[in-house]
């Protein structure tokens, strides 16, 4: 069964910092892994998607590596500004039986300080 | 493009009752996949469709159940409400599925049960 943890769960930093959040799934033979962000009240809104082919997907100031072979992802968020400000989570496929759905960490809620 | 559309966005139902949620994914979309979240669980998955077939389905009972129509629009049924059923139901599209497809989340339907 494939489990998701995300670590830590909570992170406050100052604006223009750099900083790194962790994902770490059970099951290794994923296909891909997503990371979405989650503003209060809200639905979730994919930042980025990589294949299990990939080491490393990048859009803007983020970057999401993978490394199947130790269960890990890093999220990597550069110059952070207050707007980073959110719920992130990071989803691996959902291995129910099948080869949909996915399975969700319980996210980090970050929060960037003026 | 418009986004994911849920609807309705708020209801409260009494236990025993039955409920129905509305999703309208993005044009062009075939998959379109049912997450609940919860404080204590998170987001956990309920089933997924794609051209009117449900591909998988998660670990929830039978008063769970889903249907997409032709136009890929898709609804969830639950059947005699219980307290713990209270939750955010959140849709998301994909164009072929989570399989390789990142996800897109409507805003959620905000179920109270009482």
């Known amino acids: 069964k494939q489990e998701v943890t995300q670590i830590p769960a909570a992170l406050s930093v100052p604006e223009g910092e750099n900083l790194v959040l962790n994902c770490s799934f059970t099951?290794?033979?994923?296909?891909?892994l997503q990371w979405f962000r989650q503003d209060p009240g809200k639905g979730l809104t994919s930042l980025l998607l990589?294949?299990?082919?990939?080491r490393e997907q990048t859009s803007g100031r983020l970057n999401a590596s993978l490394d199947k072979s130790s269960g890990r992802s890093t999220l990597y968020i550069a110059a952070s500004q207050p707007g980073d400000s959110a719920t992130y989570l990071c989803a691996g496929p959902y291995s129910g039986g099948g080869a949909d759905g996915l399975t969700f960490g319980k996210g980090t809620h970050l929060i960037i300080q003026p | 493009k418009a986004g994911v559309t849920q609807t309705p966005r708020y209801l409260i139902k009494t236990r025993g009752q039955q409920v129905t949620l509305s999703c309208s994914p993005i044009s062009g979309h075939r998959s379109v996949s049912w997450y609940q979240q919860t404080p204590g669980q998170g987001l956990q998955f309920l089933f997924e469709y794609f051209s009117e077939t449900q591909r998988n389905k998660g670990n929830f009972p039978g008063r769970f159940s889903g249907r997409q129509f032709s136009n890929s629009r898709s609804e969830m049924n639950v059947s005699t409400l219980e307290l713990g059923d209270s939750a955010l139901y959140l849709c998301a599209s994909s164009v072929g599925g989570s399989y390789n497809s990142p996800l897109h989340f409507g805003n959620g339907t905000r179920l109270t049960v009482t």
């Open positions: 099951d290794s033979a994923i296909y891909n």
């Open positions: 990589i294949q299990s082919s990939q």
